[in-house]
């Protein structure tokens, strides 16, 4: 049947064009091979006719290939004979950029001997029945087909979903990141806001697991405003990105997926699993309970809108309710929530409000999402109907304002203050506006205005425990900066980097906030404070974050800043913590007073105690115009409520004060010292992936890397290379990407081609940055070393 969309909008709209083309970093081109094989500090994938390595036999993930031209060394003992002795200077290597020259000629000389070995002992020469087929694909759908760069997906139909298993190429769309703790928790008794991001179909440049080189992307930053975060497409099941999971779990927000079903296709898929016995819709549930824990988001919004049987609408209910208690029992506080649009009798008929005639679905699941075409007087009667249960019901705001709607745009406080009136939640559709309606020049400005005007009816959540620390990388940039320097010049977008995001205060012609692209100390953005200090005061503070926890009894801050403006040296800059009223907070010991209002300022610290230098390597960080500071406070019986940058002037003034200040990174932590960090083990390679490469004596390699390392010791892992070569020759390391869990593909590296008879030696290196931030000692990080050679001539040289 015909959907009425102007009408009864449901949660994305068929006006969005179908996804564009990805601009990628790397690009790559078709017609390859791909293979499992496994390479792990010992043989790996064969050499192939012209000049490329030649294809072994497959193998299962995670298992060596044998009799392979392509060898491996691998830092951390686990390299072969042959291999440890030049992986075990791999640090050497990473520190000074090159072996001393007799050292790597007696080492190439080696490798030639060895390579002649291998050769005679397995006769690689005549493998002819290794090579590959013309044109095999990487797996489905976990690949981009034309640069085999590892992509989120979606599932298409009631078939593909009961088919789904757990794959090993799966691992890539799993989230790194588990669900922060935050305060007051989701189910706490004050109205929710849920954000159902829909933008042209979904799947755009955000399906690029490890990033693209998107200049100007959409992004959202605003988390501490809202509670749930759900990923919405047109495709039967929608598995959220996993960047998208990865940012909002680091912010504490719980992510959602979409299973949908519309039109007469969507009749057949109901038909197929609700008019059926109980163990159709079960199979169903269990599926998609199972696919939330696998990939680790958690939940679903559940979107029927077509109509339904009487066999199929009586079955709904009872399918609603085991989903509901198979995703409460996989995940941990997940969610189901229902959109409304089915009535009880089988009827699509989008209600705008809680009824009777929906109450039933509402009654067998976490919550309603409401239609958007809604009046004041369904509110009175949804918040009555609901009951204790009003808080569940989300009231949907469609911010492109499609339909008899109240508001939308920039005016969508005015619908989101009525929802509040009434005690109940709010889920803001399509906030993508921001972005596809006013463009994307002025879009950070924009999407500041838009969260602005909403953040009186947002109750904003705290942060609840410690360590804190970021540097305010929106997950994108124009440039990617380490240490206040830039580091890789180019646009690049991965929400996946995405750190902590503060909460953006505004205060209209005394104080912004936003992202600065420009100068960055690590990532991709720095946050720009920008502001006034008003006549005859001394100060102001600019909270950052709410916090809500026990303060320990030691804090050490640390804060990297730079002062823009005219007179930046008239200017000081420091962190405020602020606790709860108690009458039994003391700052310093029992004895000391309490600090009016709750106020703390903490001792700057000149240099780290003994004992703490490391803890607080920050202290002396500063560099390119940074300045770092380091602070303790010692608390006795607190709770700690804000954290707040002061910026201070030094003599009062009758005249206000402007002030342009970038903060680069801000750290909470307590007086700890943290255990020296493990080494990244079992490093590996396989489904390598040989190209013809961009210049005639080159060619290009794909690969993927696997390693293991404690789980929640490190933020993410930095992939460099210190490049190819087939003879001495002075090496660097060149940052290949960064990786948030123990694997990444590295796609499309230009290698030099070798010439008969020569081996050629890829060394790769994988660095852990801890959440502490200290660094870790090379001999520490993960080390590979791939030898390849050209063994026959003639032949297509894609392989794997």
């Keep these: 049947m015909s959907h009425p969309w102007d009408t009864h909008p449901s949660p994305g709209h068929p006006s969005h064009p179908a996804p564009q083309g990805s601009r990628r970093r790397r690009a790559g081109g078709g017609g390859a091979c791909w293979g499992p094989g496994a390479v792990r500090g010992g043989a790996g994938a064969g050499s192939g006719a012209g000049g490329a390595p030649r294809a072994a036999p497959p193998v299962e993930p995670g298992q060596a290939a044998a009799g392979a031209a392509v060898s491996a060394g691998s830092g951390g003992g686990s390299a072969m004979a042959e291999t440890r002795e030049g992986a075990g200077r791999c640090g050497k290597r990473a520190e000074a950029g090159a072996e001393e020259p007799g050292e790597e000629e007696e080492e190439e000389e080696e490798e030639e001997r060895a390579g002649r070995r291998r050769r005679r002992r397995w006769g690689w020469g005549g493998c002819s029945s290794l090579t590959p087929s013309p044109h095999p694909s990487p797996p489905a759908r976990h690949f981009d087909p034309k640069t085999t760069e590892p992509i989120s997906f979606f599932l298409s139909g009631l078939e593909e979903l009961l088919a789904w298993q757990p794959d090993a190429n799966d691992d890539f769309n799993v989230a790194a990141v588990p669900l922060a703790k935050r305060q007051p928790p989701l189910h706490s008794r004050r109205p929710r806001t849920l954000v159902c991001h829909d933008m042209r179909g979904g799947y755009l440049e955000d399906r690029f697991i490890q990033g693209s080189a998107t200049r100007d992307p959409y992004v959202f930053y605003h988390w501490r405003y809202i509670d749930i975060f759900v990923y919405f497409s047109h495709h039967t099941v929608t598995i959220p990105p996993v960047c998208w999971t990865n940012a909002a779990h680091r912010n504490g927000v719980p992510v959602l997926g979409t299973f949908i079903t519309e039109w007469t296709d969507g009749e057949k898929v109901c038909e197929a699993f609700l008019a059926g016995g109980p163990e159709a819709y079960r199979a169903v549930a269990e599926q998609l309970a199972r696919i939330a824990r696998h990939y680790g988001f958690d939940g679903w919004l559940v979107n029927i809108e077509n109509t339904l049987s009487p066999a199929a609408v009586g079955n709904l209910p009872p399918f609603l309710r ?215 005061e001394e100060h ?70 003994p004992g703490l230098a490391k803890l607080l390597a920050a202290c002396h960080r500063g560099s390119h115009g940074w300045t770092s500071r380091c602070y303790e406070l010692d608390l006795q019986d607190c709770s700690l409520r804000d954290l707040s940058l002061l910026v201070s002037r030094h003599q009062p003034s009758p005249q206000e004060t402007p002030f342009t200040c970038l903060l680069g990174e801000v750290r909470v932590s307590v007086a700890n010292v943290a255990a020296s960090p493990p080494p990244v083990q079992s490093l590996s390679a396989s489904q390598l992936w040989w190209q013809e490469g961009p210049e005639e004596d080159q060619l290009s390699l794909s690969l993927t890397l696997r390693w293991s390392f404690p789980p929640g010791r490190a933020d993410c892992f930095r992939v460099l290379s210190l490049g190819a070569r087939c003879r001495r020759r002075q090496s660097s390391l060149q940052l290949l990407g960064l990786a948030h869990a123990c694997l990444y593909r590295a796609v499309g590296l230009a290698v030099p081609r070798p010439a008969a008879g020569q081996s050629c030696r890829l060394e790769l290196l994988v660095e852990p940055v801890l959440r502490d931030q200290l660094p870790v000692d090379p001999q520490h990080w993960g080390r590979l070393v791939l030898v390849y050679s050209d063994l026959v001539r003639g032949a297509s040289t894609d392989g794997y």
């Design 322 to 536: 085991h989903l509901t208690a198979r995703v409460h029992g996989a995940v941990p506080g997940g969610l189901v929530i229902w959109y409304d649009s089915v009535l009880q009798n089988g009827a699509l008929r989008w209600q705008n409000e809680l009824t009777e005639e929906n109450r039933v679905f509402f009654d067998a699941c976490d919550g309603l999402f409401t239609n958007y075409n809604w009046k004041e007087e369904h509110l009175e009667r949804t918040r009555a109907l609901a009951g204790p249960r009003h808080m569940d019901v989300y009231v949907g705001i469609d911010v492109f304002a499609r339909g008899d709607v109240i508001s939308g745009g920039f005016d969508t406080d005015k619908s989101l203050r009525l929802i509040r009136q009434h005690g109940l939640s709010a889920a803001i559709f399509a906030p993508g506006w921001v972005y596809e309606h006013l463009g994307e020049e002025n879009f950070l400005r924009n999407e500041n205005k838009f969260w602005g005007l909403l953040a009186e009816y947002l109750p904003t959540h705290s942060i609840c425990t410690l360590p804190l620390a970021t540097s305010f990388s929106l997950g994108m940039g124009t440039s990617r900066f380490l240490d206040g320097k830039e580091e890789e010049d180019g646009p690049w977008y991965d929400l996946s980097a995405q750190e902590i995001q503060p909460l953006y205060p505004e205060l209209e012609g005394r104080l912004s906030t936003s992202c600065c692209l420009q100068d960055a100390w690590c990532g991709g953005s720095s946050l720009r404070v920008q502001g006034t200090i008003p006549p005859g």
């Design 540 to 609: 102001v503070a600019v909270r950052l974050f709410s916090l809500q926890m026990p303060a320990p009894p030691k804090l050490f801050l640390t804060l990297l800043y730079k002062l823009e403006g005219p007179h930046p040296e008239e200017l000081t800059v420091g962190l405020e913590l602020t606790t709860w009223d108690s009458g039994t907070c003391y700052e310093g010991n029992i004895t000391s007073l309490p600090e009016p209002n709750g106020r703390h300022h903490p001792r700057f610290l000149p240099a780290p105690p």
